[in-house]
C-alpha cells in the first residue's frame, strides 16, 4: 500500500516568510510525528499526534511553530515568520499505534527546507 | 529528559568486515530500541529493533545487543557489503506514553569493495 507522503519535497523561502508542510500518513494509522533533521545531525522530534490532538508538543522549537491534523489523518507543520536556523529536513512517520507504543514508526520522505 | 549518545560518527571497514555501532541513553525507564538505516537522500528505515526484556536479537546479518544495567545497547553487522554504506541511527523511547523517539546523532557506515 502506499507509505507516508510529504509534501512539498523541497521549499525554498525567504526569511520572515511563513510556510506549511504537508504530510499524509498511512491510512489508518493513529499516531503521527514530526521530526526535523539539521544537516548531518540526527532526528529530533517535535510533535506527536494521536488522532487529532497533540498531547505532546515539548519538541517545538518556538512559538513560530505550529501543527494541526485534520479527520485522523493529514498533519500540517506551519512555521511564522522563518529564520535560517530553520533550514532542515521536516520528517514525518506515523504508527498504528493499535496494540503497543512500540510499533513501527514509518517515515515519510521528508521536506528539505531552506530559508534563504 | 531522554538523552541518546551513539558513536563512533563515521565508520569505515572493508567489504566482508564486521562493523560495530554503540549507543548510550540515558532514562533507565526505556525500554524499546529501534535502529534505522537512511541511505542518502532517502527515508529512514526501521533494520530492527530490540525490547528491555530481550538482550539479544538477530535477523541474518544484522544483531543487536541490549545491557540494561549499563544503559547501552549495540549494533552489529557482519559481513558488510557496499549496499550496507549508509547513516545508522539508534534511537529510544523514554518513559511516557507518546511513542516519540529520541535520536542519536548517527553514524556514516562506509564499506569499501
Known amino acids: 500500500g502506499a507509505g507516508v507522503s510529504q509534501s512539498p519535497s523541497n521549499k525554498v523561502t525567504e526569511k520572515g516568510k511563513d510556510v506549511e508542510l504537508r504530510c499524509d500518513p498511512i491510512s489508518g494509522h493513529t499516531a503521527l510525528y514530526w521530526y526535523r533533521q539539521s544537516l548531518g545531525q540526527g532526528l529530533e522530534f517535535l510533535i506527536y499526534?494521536?488522532?487529532?490532538?497533540?498531547?505532546?508538543k515539548s519538541g517545538l522549537p518556538s512559538d513560530r511553530f505550529s501543527a494541526e491534523r485534520t479527520g485522523g489523518s493529514v498533519s500540517t507543520l506551519t512555521i511564522q515568520r522563518t529564520q535560517q536556523e530553520d533550514s532542515a529536513v521536516y520528517l514525518c512517520?506515523?504508527?498504528?499505534?493499535?496494540?503497543?507504543?512500540?510499533?513501527?514508526?514509518?517515515f515519510g520522505p521528508g521536506t528539505r527546507l531552506t530559508v534563504l | 529528559g531522554e538523552n541518546v549518545e551513539q558513536h563512533p560518527s563515521t565508520l569505515s571497514v572493508q567489504e566482508g568486515d564486521s562493523a560495530v555501532i554503540k549507543c548510550t541513553y540515558s532514562?533507565?525507564?526505556?525500554?524499546?530500541f529501534p535502529w534505522y538505516k537512511q541511505e542518502l537522500g532517502k527515508r529512514p528505515q526501521l533494520i530492527i529493533d530490540?525490547?528491555?526484556?530481550?538482550g539479544e536479537k538477530k535477523d541474518q546479518r544484522i544483531a543487536v545487543t541490549l545491557n540494561k544495567t549499563a544503559k547501552h545497547f549495540s549494533l552489529h553487522i557482519t559481513e558488510t557489503q557496499p549496499e550496507d554504506s549508509a547513516v545508522y541511527f539508534c534511537?529510544?523511547?523514554?518513559?511516557?506514553?507518546?511513542?516519540?523517539?529520541?535520536f542519536g546523532q548517527g553514524t556514516t557506515l562506509q564499506v569499501k569493495p
Open positions: 530490540i525490547r528491555s526484556n530481550v
Open positions: 534511537a529510544a523511547i523514554p518513559s511516557g506514553n507518546t511513542g516519540k523517539l529520541i
Open positions: 499526534f494521536q488522532g487529532n490532538s497533540a498531547p505532546d
Open positions: 512517520a506515523s504508527s498504528s499505534r493499535t496494540e503497543s507504543l512500540y510499533n513501527e514508526q514509518f
Open positions: 532514562d533507565s525507564a526505556s525500554n524499546y
